[in-house]
Every structure is written in structure tokens, then in C-alpha cells.
């Protein structure tokens, strides 16, 4: 793939011939068309292909959160949600053809900002109280950073989160839930933001919780 600044022919976007123009963060690329592959994928490239698969999957939904949590990450060379997968692609256990998702090494966030502590998760009838401990730093962090909480019902492949960001002094927040969610398991995430948008906290996984 070449990059090009006003070319012999300028930019272009589409095909011409044997060649595509594009374009990302406004600069210029050209590239050949693809050759059509003869050679079999290994069993090797085939379970990349298959991890790959799965988590982008899973984090597609959250395209909108990595704006939030990975906002301290330099987003020149790639992506946010492409440096969320290359930081999620190790949560992907097990072997070819049988892999699963760790959650417990899920991040959706990075920074070193205090994280929420002591979580414990609570079901209610069509909601999730998540509870943390309430207690804050002078150095790193404070009564009120954000605290965003998810929530993700495994069989239905649905995210949940509050109807409003709740501050860390508030120590808990209720997630609600759609009926059809009724005895489901739900796999429940936090990080904390600054109240600047400046410091942010890595993710802390609250555990599994039986919807009710």
C-alpha cells in the first residue's frame, strides 16, 4: 500500500483499474487489487482468524465507550477500537475450534487513575445494583470522578449501563434490565473517569450476577 500527496493523477477514491484510492484521517492511500488466494489457510491462520472473530465481535457494540475509556491512548497509527482489540485478544482462552472469552481479563479502559474497590452486585427484579466502596485519595483519586458501570447478558449478547453516570462518593449504581434478560447470567465491568476527562482508571471486573 503506498501513500501519495496530489499524485500524477491527484486523489481518488474507488477503483481504477488494478488500483483503489482511499482515504483515512485525511491521508491519501493506494493500493493493488487483492489476488484471489489458491493456497489453503492453516489450521494456524484459520484460529487467528477465528479469535480475531470473536472478540471483535464482542467489543463492536462498545465502538462509542473506547472514545471514553482509551481517550488517553494516541489514536495517530491505529484506531482506539483497534488498539481495544489488540489489548482484549489475550482474554481469548481455549483451542481451535472451541475458544471462549475470558471475561475477567476484559479492559475497556487504561490510565492510572484510582480504581473502584470492594465491588460487590446485587439483582433485583429488572436491575442490577453494583455497589463499590466509596473512598477516594488526595493524589489519584476523587469524590467525584465518573464511574461507569457495564453490563453484558452473555446468551442474549446485549450490553446494559446506567441511564446516567454516576459519580464515585455515590458508591453504587443501578443498571436496569429488559425483561427477556430474566435468568440470564451477566458478566459486570467498572472504571472510573476524572471529572476533566484527564485521569482514567484501568477496568476492574465485578464478577458474574443471576439476573432476576
Not at 60 to 75: S, T, V
Not at 104 to 130: D, I, M, N, Y
Not at 187 to 210: H, K, M, N, P
Amino acid at each position: 500500500m503506498a501513500k501519495f500527496i496530489n499524485g500524477a493523477i491527484g486523489t481518488f477514491s474507488g477503483k481504477v483499474g488494478s488500483i483503489i484510492g482511499s482515504s483515512w484521517r485525511n491521508i491519501h492511500y493506494m493500493r493493488g487489487l487483492p489476488k484471489k488466494r489458491t493456497k489453503p489457510f492453516s489450521e494456524a491462520q484459520l484460529a487467528q482468524q477465528q479469535r480475531f472473530g470473536l472478540m471483535g465481535k464482542f467489543l463492536l457494540p462498545l465502538k462509542g465507550l473506547f472514545e471514553i475509556g482509551l481517550a488517553n491512548l494516541d489514536d495517530g497509527e491505529a484506531t482506539l477500537f483497534n488498539q481495544a482489540m489488540g489489548m482484549n485478544l489475550p482474554a481469548v482462552t481455549g483451542s481451535y475450534p472451541e475458544f471462549t472469552i475470558d471475561y475477567g481479563k476484559v479492559q475497556f479502559s487504561k490510565g492510572g487513575l484510582l480504581k473502584p474497590r470492594g465491588v460487590t452486585l446485587t439483582a433485583g427484579v429488572q436491575e442490577v445494583t453494583v455497589a463499590w466502596r466509596p473512598g477516594v485519595t488526595p493524589f489519584n483519586g476523587h469524590a467525584d470522578d465518573d464511574v461507569y458501570v457495564l453490563l453484558y447478558d452473555r446468551e442474549l449478547e446485549v450490553f446494559y449501563t446506567t441511564d446516567e453516570v454516576v459519580q464515585r462518593s455515590v458508591g453504587e449504581a443501578v443498571v436496569p434490565i429488559d425483561d427477556d434478560t430474566v435468568g440470564h447470567d451477566a458478566e459486570v465491568w467498572l472504571f472510573c473517569v476524572s471529572r476533566d476527562g484527564a485521569s482514567i482508571s484501568e477496568t476492574v471486573y465485578g464478577g458474574s450476577v443471576l439476573w432476576a
